[in-house]
């Protein structure tokens, strides 16, 4: 009796040693809802009447979008992310704009949605950290980097030269909007204007009919997928990010104390720019509080990396990353990444 009793007692230990376990969490969202950023000379809603809230601001949909996000997480992480809120836990990070670092607390009140028991203040305050939009190489696809923005302006000419069936487009464009419309990158801007202004109810110009939303929206899928078109890209934009990510992973195998959850909120780019450099970027424009998410799990004493993700409104779904398992080991996740990952970036940014 005593030795089944025994038998028993050591199966169920292994049992518990082998089942999977998210140990290290990361996540990059875009922001959530938001008004208009910018104008083209000729749009009739260029009045600041029209924009109460002011400029690319988060709205009160958006706001709640992202406070979704954050109950999201709490309820598929509850295990990982302890109910109140400590540094030793949680780092969050965000770019430097207003609509970033109103996301970045949206979702935190959304995940530490519990009053703490010391504090009379209905709600837990997190505190977000950014850094100047310049030198921002984790999150702005912008940052000062003189050899991605040649690659860039490279990329752009041969993709623009790929695809006459989009001159038409520019033509219209640059006569109606007053700017002068070169490439998708410029059509982006454009778009995202009419998009928001269509969204908030406002009645579109009758020349937008012969090229928005549809030939558009094709021409800002490829913008926002830019960086796939580039290893260059993929090392100098979205290489940062994923080693830090990668980092702090191999920190966290190896017993040494890191965060259990790094939280990034950033932009469209910022999203599809990771996805680009993972490799797994389906070039569909990422949707407001679009979410990757990037775990460490621990099964049968073994770490992998999976990859995930979210862009509303479907429901999140795991990656597969070329060459590896849905649950990739983490020495192959690396040995995969290494091409992406800078050494010096700004000694490789030199042009």
């Given at each position: 009796m005593k030795s089944v009793f025994v038998f028993t007692i050591v199966l169920w230990v292994s049992c518990v040693s082998a089942q999977k376990k998210t140990v290290l969490l990361n996540t990059v969202h875009r922001h959530g809802d938001r008004t208009v950023i910018s104008f083209y000379p000729k749009d009739p809603w260029s009045a600041l009447k029209y924009w109460p809230d002011g400029l690319g601001q988060v709205t009160e949909v958006g706001k709640e979008q992202l406070y979704?996000?954050?109950?999201?997480?709490?309820?598929?992480?509850?295990?990982?992310?302890?109910?109140?809120?400590?540094?030793?836990?949680?780092?969050?990070?965000?770019?430097?704009?207003?609509?970033?670092?109103?996301?970045?607390?949206?979702?935190?009140?959304?995940?530490?949605?519990?009053?703490?028991?010391?504090?009379?203040?209905?709600?837990?305050?997190?505190?977000?950290?950014?850094?100047?939009?310049?030198?921002?190489?984790?999150?702005?696809?912008?940052?000062?980097?003189?050899?991605?923005?040649?690659?860039?302006?490279?990329?752009?000419?041969?993709?623009?030269?790929?695809?006459?069936?989009?001159?038409?487009?520019?033509?219209?464009?640059?006569?109606?909007?007053?700017?002068?419309?070169?490439?998708?990158?410029?059509?982006?801007?454009?778009?995202?204007?009419?998009?928001?202004?269509?969204?908030?109810?406002?009645?579109?110009?009758?020349?937008?009919?012969?090229?928005?939303?549809?030939?558009?929206?094709?021409?800002?899928?490829i913008w926002y997928g830019i960086t796939c078109y580039s290893d260059l890209l993929r090392r100098l934009r979205g290489g940062p990010l994923v080693k830090e990510m990668i980092s702090r992973m191999v920190q966290k195998a190896q017993g040494k104390q890191v965060q259990s959850w790094y939280e990034y909120s950033g932009h469209d780019h910022s999203v599809s720019t990771v996805l680009c450099t993972l490799g797994v970027y389906d070039k569909v424009w990422p949707d407001y509080t679009s979410t990757v998410f990037v775990e460490l799990i621990q099964e049968g004493g073994k770490n992998f990396v999976q990859v995930s993700y979210k862009n509303p409104p479907a429901a999140d779904r795991v990656l597969q990353i070329k060459g590896c398992d849905k649950l990739c080991p983490l020495d192959k996740f690396q040995q995969l990444m290494k091409p992406f990952l800078p050494g010096d970036w700004t000694a490789e940014c030199q042009d």
């Open positions: 979704k996000l954050g109950a999201f997480i709490r309820t598929k992480y509850d295990a990982l992310l302890p109910k109140n809120y400590h540094p030793r836990d949680v780092y969050v990070r965000s770019t430097n704009t207003d609509r970033t670092l109103t996301s970045a607390q949206a979702v935190m009140l959304g995940v530490y949605q519990n009053r703490s028991c010391a504090s009379k203040i209905p709600y837990q305050i997190v505190p977000v950290h950014t850094i100047k939009k310049s030198t921002d190489k984790l999150l702005r696809f912008s940052a000062t980097c003189p050899k991605a923005k040649s690659e860039l302006n490279r990329v752009l000419a041969r993709v623009q030269k790929d695809m006459p069936q989009y001159d038409d487009v520019l033509q219209i464009l640059s006569k109606n909007t007053g700017f002068n419309i070169r490439n998708v990158a410029d059509v982006a801007d454009v778009y995202g204007t009419l998009y928001i202004e269509e969204l908030k109810g406002y009645k579109l110009p009758a020349w937008t009919k012969s090229v928005y939303p549809k030939r558009m929206t094709e021409m800002n899928q």
